[in-house]
T-cell receptor
Framework: SAVISQKPSRDICQRGTSLTIQCQVD?????MFWYRQQPGQSLTLIAT?????????ESGFVIDKFPISRPNLTFSTLTVSNMSPEDSSIYLC?????????FGPGTRLTVL | AQRVTQPEKLLSVFKGAPVELKCNYS??????LFWYVQYSRQRLQLLLRHISRESIKGFTADLNKGETSFHLKKPFAQEEDSAMYYC???????????FGKGTLLTVNP
């Protein structure tokens, strides 16, 4: 299995600021994903982050708002930029490893 | 476009009763279907996938392509089954998951 950790686990931020979420995996993985879960909603894929290439964003998500880094096979960051209260969500990192998708514990973000 | 529908937001049963969590999907090709579970204060984890055709913790799910359904069933619910259950679909080889909105199962003593 792959064990994923995320930092921070939660944060409360002011609108207009940015927050960077870190995702660390204990195994080398090619495919990493970032999901968002808004209150009362399902998980929605933000982007796919493969090492050595630009992240691929889903419809409705743009790089300027959610820049992603993937410097190596065990680490990725997601930045939520110029935050507004609508960005209040749980953000989850996920990896595909040995034919299974594993999820991190999530980062609970509240924007005031 | 791919879509996953879980019509029940909440489902409450008594211990020992059968339980069925419904999932319907929309996808033009051959999908892979999954059930994920999230117990209280734990992370999301894979429960089972249709390819494996296995029973996990007494749960089974059969892919019905005619009805485009992948319902999760257990003949005798246990209190420890109380959790949030998500049905998910993956199309092709991109491994991206589309999730339903989830069903919160409560098993009462």
């Amino acid at each position: 299995s792959a064990v994923i950790s995320q930092k921070p686990s939660r944060d409360i931020c002011q609108r207009g600021t940015s927050l960077t979420i870190q995702c660390q995996v204990d195994s080398q993985v090619t495919m990493m994903f970032w999901y968002r879960q808004q209150p009362g909603q399902s998980l929605t894929l933000i982007a796919t982050a493969n090492q050595g290439s630009e992240a691929t964003y889903e419809s409705g998500f743009v790089i300027d708002k959610f820049p992603i880094s993937r410097p190596n096979l065990t680490f990725s960051t997601l930045t939520v930029s110029n935050m507004s209260p609508e960005d209040s969500s749980i953000y989850l990192c996920s990896v595909f490893y040995t034919d299974t998708q594993y999820f991190g514990p999530g980062t609970r973000l509240t924007v005031l | 476009a791919q879509r996953v529908t879980q019509p029940e937001k909440l489902l409450s049963v008594f211990k020992g009763a059968p339980v069925e969590l419904k999932c319907n999907y929309s996808y033009s090709g051959s999908p892979e279907l999954f059930w994920y579970v999230q117990y209280s204060r734990q992370r999301l984890q894979l429960l089972l996938r249709h390819i494996s055709r296995e029973s996990i913790k007494g749960f089974t799910a059969d892919l019905n392509k005619g009805e485009t359904s992948f319902h999760l069933k257990k003949p005798f619910a246990q209190e420890e089954d109380s959790a949030m259950y998500y049905c998910a679909l993956s199309g092709g080889s991109n491994y991206k998951l589309t999730f339903g909105k989830g069903t919160l199962l409560t098993v009462n003593p």
